[in-house]
Every structure is written in structure tokens, then in C-alpha cells.
């Protein structure tokens, strides 16, 4: 093959990265895990609890709804951490009007005020580095609203303006922000919600344009890219991964 088209592939590797995957037991977060490994990059894997501990490379526990856990999650990891993935997440659909709000608490714990504070710990590493990857997983139904899900979608949205905002205060210093939002995904969550709303997942699918599910594999890809080299120019931008269904 012509060695000038294999240099198009530069910038594509994570040698020598070290990333942290919140919530990296789910479905999402494992294929995210198995994306960032196979670029290179030495992968932490943030969660209550291991589901396949066999298939992780380095499993830590963390409970975002903990400040002590994450302040004790931080300092096990060490200084070395350079790109953070905020993937997990909790979703309680009821209407608003009759919501709970005990629900609400554990929705900004874990969605929201977890991410800030444990950005807040591993972000002066990266300063030190000169180098970042800061990679938020929110929602289209943030994005766009979701009915039934509006402390979710509130919870949720709070990411795009803190990462906004951190794009503009750390890109002097090598570090990228980005907002990742998968749309109607097949994953073990939505399965769980379509359960209690027989003909839900058909319902979905027919409001999307590819005319399918998404899959963790289809988020994975783009939160990959963000983190490589070659995404450097892009920050501060939030993109949807849902098969068409938000255009923007």
C-alpha cells in the first residue's frame, strides 16, 4: 500500500493516554472501554460494580452520588489521567407533575454534580500535562426534550453549559470539551423503560429517519474520535449520534 495513504491515518492513536470511562460497566461504557484499548490508550473503568470483570482492563469502584468516593477514586488514579469520559447516568421517566423528588436529588448527584466534582479533581493534572480530553455523554432528550424525563433532560442539559464553559477556560492549555448525545439506543436501560411501555421501541423506531435503533458501538465511535489527536480543532461542540432524528 502507498505509505503516503497510510499517513491520511495519522493522529488516530492513544499510545500512552490514560483515560477514565465513568460508568464504564454499562452497555455503552464497555463498548466506549473496547474502542479507547484498541486505540492504544490504558483504560480506567469507573463503576458501583464490575458486570464482566474478566473482559475490564483496570476496574476501579466509584459511586458519583459519593463525594468522599470520587475524592478517594481520584487519588487512586493517580496524576497520569488525561482523558475523561462522563458516561454514566440515571433516568427516572415519570410526568413532572407527579414526579419524585428524592428522584430529582439522585439525578443531579449522579448526572451532574459528579461530573463537576470529579472533573474538578483530574482537570489540574491535565493542565500540568499540557494535553486533555474532556468527553460529556448527555442525552438527545436534553437536547431536545423528552417527555416524561424532564429532571433527566434538566440534569443533563447542565452538562452542555459546563462544558462549554470549560472548552473556553482550558483550551490555552491543550484540553478539549466536547458533548456527546446518543439518541433511542438499544441498550439494557431503554430495554428496561420499554417494559413498562409495551410498543415503546417500535414507537421510537419509526420516528427515525436511519429507521433503526442506535447502538453503543454507534456513540463509542464518535466519543473515540474526540479523544484521538486528529478531533484537537474540535471543542466545545455538542453532537448527536440518533440516526437523524436531531439535525442541528
Given at each position: 500500500m502507498?505509505?503516503?495513504r497510510?499517513?491520511?491515518?495519522?493522529g488516530?492513536?492513544?499510545?500512552?493516554?490514560?483515560?477514565?470511562?465513568?460508568?464504564g460497566?454499562?452497555?455503552?461504557?464497555?463498548?466506549?472501554?473496547?474502542?479507547?484499548?484498541?486505540?492504544?490508550?490504558?483504560?480506567?473503568?469507573?463503576?458501583?460494580t464490575?458486570?464482566?470483570?474478566?473482559?475490564?482492563?483496570?476496574?476501579?469502584?466509584?459511586?458519583?452520588?459519593?463525594p468522599?468516593?470520587?475524592?478517594?477514586?481520584?487519588?487512586?488514579?493517580?496524576?497520569?489521567?488525561?482523558?475523561?469520559?462522563?458516561?454514566a447516568g440515571?433516568?427516572?421517566?415519570?410526568?413532572?407533575?407527579?414526579?419524585?423528588p428524592?428522584?430529582?436529588?439522585?439525578?443531579?448527584?449522579?448526572?451532574?454534580?459528579?461530573?463537576?466534582?470529579?472533573?474538578?479533581?483530574?482537570?489540574?493534572?491535565?493542565t500540568?500535562?499540557?494535553?486533555?480530553?474532556?468527553?460529556?455523554?448527555s442525552?438527545?432528550?436534553?437536547?431536545?426534550?423528552?417527555?416524561?424525563?424532564?429532571?433527566y433532560?434538566?440534569?443533563?442539559?447542565?452538562?452542555?453549559?459546563?462544558?462549554?464553559?470549560?472548552a473556553?477556560?482550558?483550551?490555552?492549555?491543550?484540553?478539549?470539551?466536547?458533548?456527546?448525545?446518543?439518541?433511542?439506543?438499544?441498550?439494557?436501560?431503554?430495554?428496561?423503560?420499554?417494559?413498562?411501555?409495551?410498543g415503546?421501541?417500535?414507537?421510537?423506531?419509526?420516528?427515525?429517519?436511519?429507521?433503526?435503533?442506535?447502538?453503543?458501538?454507534?456513540?463509542?465511535?464518535?466519543?473515540?474520535?474526540?479523544?484521538?489527536?486528529?478531533?484537537?480543532?474540535?471543542?466545545?461542540?455538542?453532537?448527536?449520534?440518533?440516526?437523524g432524528v436531531?439535525?442541528?
Amino acid at each position: 500500500m502507498d505509505g503516503s495513504r497510510l499517513g491520511l491515518m495519522d493522529g488516530l492513536r492513544l499510545d500512552g493516554h490514560t483515560a477514565v470511562v465513568t460508568g464504564g460497566a454499562g452497555a455503552i461504557g464497555t463498548a466506549i472501554t473496547r474502542d479507547l484499548t484498541a486505540l492504544g490508550a490504558q483504560v480506567i473503568v469507573a463503576d458501583l460494580t464490575p458486570t464482566a470483570p474478566d473482559l475490564m482492563p483496570r476496574f476501579l469502584p466509584l459511586d458519583l452520588r459519593d463525594p468522599d468516593s470520587i475524592e478517594h477514586f481520584c487519588a487512586q488514579t493517580g496524576e497520569g489521567v488525561d482523558i475523561l469520559i462522563h458516561n454514566a447516568g440515571v433516568s427516572v421517566v415519570e410526568p413532572f407533575a407527579t414526579s419524585d423528588p428524592a428522584a430529582w436529588d439522585l439525578m443531579w448527584q449522579v448526572n451532574l454534580r459528579g461530573p463537576m466534582l470529579l472533573t474538578k479533581l483530574l482537570l489540574p493534572s491535565m493542565t500540568r500535562r499540557g494535553w486533555g480530553r474532556l468527553v460529556f455523554i448527555s442525552s438527545d432528550g436534553a437536547r431536545a426534550g423528552s417527555g416524561g424525563e424532564g429532571a433527566y433532560a434538566a440534569t443533563k442539559a447542565g452538562l452542555f453549559g459546563l462544558a462549554k464553559s470549560l472548552a473556553r477556560e482550558v483550551a490555552r492549555d491543550g484540553i478539549t470539551a466536547n458533548v456527546v448525545c446518543p439518541g433511542p439506543t438499544d441498550t439494557p436501560m431503554l430495554r428496561r423503560v420499554s417494559d413498562q411501555h409495551p410498543g415503546l421501541v417500535d414507537k421510537l423506531t419509526r420516528t427515525i429517519p436511519l429507521r433503526r435503533l442506535g447502538t453503543p458501538e454507534d456513540v463509542a465511535g464518535l466519543v473515540a474520535y474526540l479523544c484521538t489527536p486528529r478531533a484537537a480543532y474540535i471543542t466545545g461542540q455538542t453532537l448527536s449520534v440518533s440516526g437523524g432524528v436531531t439535525m442541528q
